[in-house]
């Protein structure tokens, strides 16, 4: 069987370079923890080409018939949920998701292999550590991109996505299921966190605040609520500041300045053709849900004709922020405490959100009873706060399973288009250059 990952690379360097020399020359020169922890840095590569489908496919956004028609093929099936040829060839999400878990697991197979010469333990498990984060990373990304949504009755039988944990390309690659992909995930996350320092010395590198952030990101998709708050909560323990948009300058072009006391791990989404400012117009119902005096009103967004455009990115530019931040936990922990019952701890998180967000003297605490009520105003503020943060897909798809019936749609040309709850869409299609390399199985439609 051709392997997974000689495809993908085939596409950076042709099949028959790749064949005679290695993929990438700074992989076989791993010495030191110095060189180790250099490839860790490779920012561009694990922390900027995350897939961005989380926002792609979900409900924040739309194109205009004139836009989507300049689009090439794979741009517009991608809009439209088509079944099929949706990622380019060669160059695409799956190829940047696996080139992250292959610098992974090489930086493992370098820690057991130059452990006793390094002979320091504190810096290798660090080194080994971080590697184990960004794996898991990975693999969470892929398990929401290519697999169906988490279904505890469900999820060990259907497939998720293959689970490399070797350097070695030439083993085949093999889909595991969801339930052992969420496993490996877990594991390596909570493994990651024995050896990462409470905070690292910049946010693009991970952390123990960074490595809970992603564990209560996996526990919120099992819909395992008492795991998530609790994760939430060790994050927010660590890191617990507020960026207060009363000091921002909303008719800046990128109001939201990179690396801010709310983040707590930086990570951005690949870039994606139908995101791009001038192309993605703000639904209407979604920039009604703000206040007249919510900052995020005029600091995310601008208008564009009689439309609006988004401009609130945590990067200062028109990257898309995918990152972990304390805004994030603090929603996190109220939806948790809330769906246990105790609503008005979670109101409190969200009033000391949202204190930060409207402008100075204009806020009044929420207060509602019922606990209905409160998740429905913590559904809501999750979709403003988190608007193109690629976690929107997340939200829908375990909304979804609870129930909530988030029918998306997309009206090109006349026609509508249509992604229900629960169908197969919901795992998009592997790349066909994967499949035909791989011999995997392809998603069912």
Known sequence: MIILLIGCMCGLFGCKRYLEAKPDQRLATIETVKDMQALLDDYATLNYSDPAMGE????????????????????????????????????????????????????????????????NDAAISHIRAQALFFRAKAFFNALNVWAMPFNANSAGTLPGVPLRLNANFNLPSVRSTIAEGYQQTIA?????????????????????????????????????????GKYADSCLRLKNGLLDYNTLNASSNYPVPKLNVEVVFEGRGETAAPLVQARALIMPELYQLYAANDLRK??????????????????????????????????????????????????????????????????????????EDALKLIKTERRKELIFRCMRWLDIRRFNEEGDGIVLKRTINGTTYTLSPGSKGHALAIPEDVIALSGMKQNER
């Open 56 to 119: 792609v496919y979900g409900d924040n956004y739309f194109m205009s018939d004139e836009v989507f028609n300049a689009r090439n093929e794979y741009d517009r099936n991608m809009y439209i949920f088509a079944e099929a040829h949706i990622f380019q060839p060669k160059l695409n999400v799956w190829n940047n998701v696996y080139t992250q878990v292959n610098i992974a697991n090489t930086i493992l197979q370098a820690v057991d292999d130059k452990q006793q010469k390094i002979n």
């Open 188 to 228: 390596d996350f909570k493994e990651s966190c024995t050896a990462l320092p409470p905070l690292d010395i910049t946010p693009m590198r991970p952390s123990k605040a960074a490595a809970y952030g992603m564990l209560c990101r996996v526990y919120l998709q099992m819909r395992d609520y008492v795991q998530a």
């Open 298 to 371: 005029t600091v995310f967004f601008k208008a564009s004709g009689s439309n609006y455009v988004f401009k609130g990115n945590y990067e200062a530019a028109a990257s898309f922020f995918n990152g972990i931040t304390t805004a994030e936990m603090l929603l996190s922990r109220a939806e948790c405490l809330i769906r246990a019952g105790d609503v008005q701890k979670g109101l409190d998180d969200l009033n000391l959100l949202l204190q930060y967000r409207y402008k100075k003297g204009t806020f009044s605490s929420i207060n509602v009873s019922s606990k």
